[in-house]
């Protein structure tokens, strides 16, 4: 599902015409590259030891955890409801493109059907032809340095854990019948 939704978003998304200078991409975006970068290092350290559970346990927690449950989730309202060719779009499509090279790559050792048909969907048509038409010729990616990497992970860090505490509350608020939907 994270890679449908990755995928549908870069659909109408030309990285050599629409990409955002990294400087230039919303916070938020800036962030979010930033912890794919975390994430690959991690992963790719326990690839060169042949230590495949905990790429997947990683994997599995970030598809989930900090995509789908936090910044996609976000990320949903700039991406249907700026205009098509908007800074704001195109900031988080250039997050996600990044995202999603990266993450298709270290996918690809062990979830091969899932990202040989990912590769096809997503690569240009030229990346898919220079790629010999597979995934698997590509080397991991290198995703853009992100100057304040450091500093927004440890600031997203907090934000993430108020988020945590403030989404239990109104759980609790909207089981007590006082709101209706924590939107």
């Known amino acids: 599902n994270t890679l449908r939704f990755l995928l549908a ?24 590259i930033a912890n794919m970068a975390a994430l690959q290092k991690d992963v ?66 062990t979830l091969s059907f899932t990202a040989e048909e990912a590769w096809a969907t997503f690569a240009s048509k030229e990346a898919y032809a220079a790629s010999d038409e597979t995934i698997f010729t590509q080397t991991y990616y290198t995703l853009p340095a992100v100057a304040d990497g450091d500093a927004l992970l440890a600031k997203y860090a907090v934000l993430r854990s108020i988020r945590n505490d403030v989404t239990k509350q109104l759980e609790e608020v909207r089981v007590g019948g006082s709101i209706g939907s924590s939107l």
């Open 9 to 32: 978003n870069t659909s109408d998304f030309d990285y050599s015409k629409d990409a955002v200078v990294v400087a230039d991409l919303f916070e938020i975006d800036r962030y979010a």
């Open 44 to 109: 790719l350290a326990h690839y060169d030891q042949f230590e495949f559970h905990p790429v997947i346990s990683k994997l599995q927690m970030y598809c989930s955890e900090d995509l789908g449950g936090f910044y996609l989730d976000i990320l949903k309202d700039r991406l249907y409801t700026s205009g098509t060719t908007s800074h704001a779009r195109r900031s988080a499509q250039t997050a996600i493109w990044h995202i999603t090279q990266s993450l298709l790559r270290l996918i690809a050792p």
